[in-house]
């Protein structure tokens, strides 16, 4: 009787702990955790504010531009005829403006691709058949490219003199709506940070109260680089993708730290990550390719696992020190020599060590060899 009741207390202990546990999201609230995470905020608010005014300064000059057809939207366009005016000064013979004009809309969404550009670049990477136009005397610029390239199957349908010729006349968006996925964006990037915020105080899982306000204020400055980086009007905008991540990151984090993983067999399986990163290591190694012109293997099977591997060694690292840290702490190795020096030095010992020195130094080898540092 006397185990049942106390069995039932803690039971009832552990569901108040577990309730307090949840309601502890109030203190997120208070003064002293607000502040750090107030004061990140307000650096990556001013360095976005910094960025968008130099990002947004041509916008009226480009919507006057608009029109009077001096430039011309891509996503926009309705007739091909629209694009021949911009075309004037890249090809000389009208036919030859005409077929290309009629084979870039092909490729815009008014064309039938359902999908609107993201860049102007897209156009760079159009090509024809070269055998539908070689012996074609009415595309003089195409027929001749096409017969200097008779090994290819295929040919540019512009040059990269015509196309960097071409892109100042070109844009893919108007002001408004690059206005209206920045502060969309913006929106999901502080929204992101504030769930964090609130969801790590209410599963009690939030470190150092400096650790989630220091992310933050690097993670906005790299949001205001991603938009400074990029035209605007003509380039894609990372910023959107970089803020998407980050709210799914931060519902990643606030999920992964509901479990209390010090009671769980997560602990016990430190050496699984480890052999998970090892694992993708040596199938880089064997298998992964690189970009064009480059012997780093960070591509595979379409992925690059390289963030999942450095996920994987963290994995390890904490579950060794957790189940070790105590052995690690209090049990020192007996001195090195006899030396005063020597003799004062204190290590923890020699055999709880090796396990992540041998798993960091295998797995910092596999980097140099797969060239990604």
């Known amino acids: 009787m006397s185990a049942v009741l106390e069995a039932r207390g803690r039971t009832t202990r552990s569901s108040a702990a577990q309730r307090h546990r949840w309601r502890s999201w109030r203190s997120a609230i208070e003064r002293d955790h607000l502040v750090p995470i107030g004061l990140a905020l307000a650096v990556a608010l001013l360095a976005l504010a910094m960025v968008y005014p130099t990002r947004s300064a041509g916008f009226g000059e480009a919507r006057r531009a608009l029109g009077r057809g001096e430039i011309v939207n891509l996503n926009a366009v309705q007739r091909a005829d629209q694009l021949e005016p911009i075309l004037r000064g890249v090809l000389a013979d009208a036919p030859e403006r005409t077929f290309v004009a009629g084979e870039v809309f092909r490729r815009l969404p008014a064309g ?25 005397g009415d595309l003089p610029g195409l027929s001749a490219r096409a017969r200097a390239a008779a090994a290819k199957a295929t040919i540019g349908l512009f040059t990269s003199e015509q196309f960097q010729a071409l892109k100042p006349f070109l844009v893919v968006r108007d002001g408004g709506r690059f206005r209206a996925a920045f502060l969309l964006h913006v929106l999901i990037f502080v929204a992101a940070f504030a769930f964090m915020h609130l969801g790590l105080y209410a599963t009690g899982k939030t470190g150092d109260r ?3 306000p220091i992310a933050l204020a690097l993670t906005g400055i790299g949001f205001a680089m991603l938009v400074s980086l990029r035209d605007p009007l003509r380039d894609q905008m990372l910023f959107t993708r970089f803020a998407e991540g980050a709210l799914l990151g931060g519902v990643a984090l606030v999920l992964c730290a509901i479990p209390s993983y010090e009671r769980t067999v997560l602990r016990r399986l430190a050496f699984v990550p480890l052999l998970g990163a090892l694992a993708l290591s040596l199938e880089l190694v064997a298998l992964g390719r690189g970009p064009a012109g480059s012997d780093a293997k960070v591509n595979l099977f379409g992925a690059q696992p390289m963030e999942l591997i450095r996920l994987f060694l963290v994995l390890f690292l904490a579950g060794y020190f957790s189940s070790k840290w105590a052995l690690l702490r209090e049990l020192d190795e007996r001195p090195l020599g006899d030396a005063w020096y020597l003799r004062i030095l204190k290590l923890p010992r020699l055999h709880h060590v090796f396990p992540v020195a041998i798993g960091v130094t295998v797995s910092v080898l596999f980097f140099f060899v797969q060239r990604v540092l």
């Not at 102007?120 to 090509?127: D, E």
């Open 112 to 136: 039938g691709v359902e999908r609107p550009l993201e860049n102007v670049g897209a156009l760079a990477a159009l090509r024809v058949r070269a055998d539908a136009v070689a012996g074609r």
């Open 210 to 212: 400096w650790l989630l």
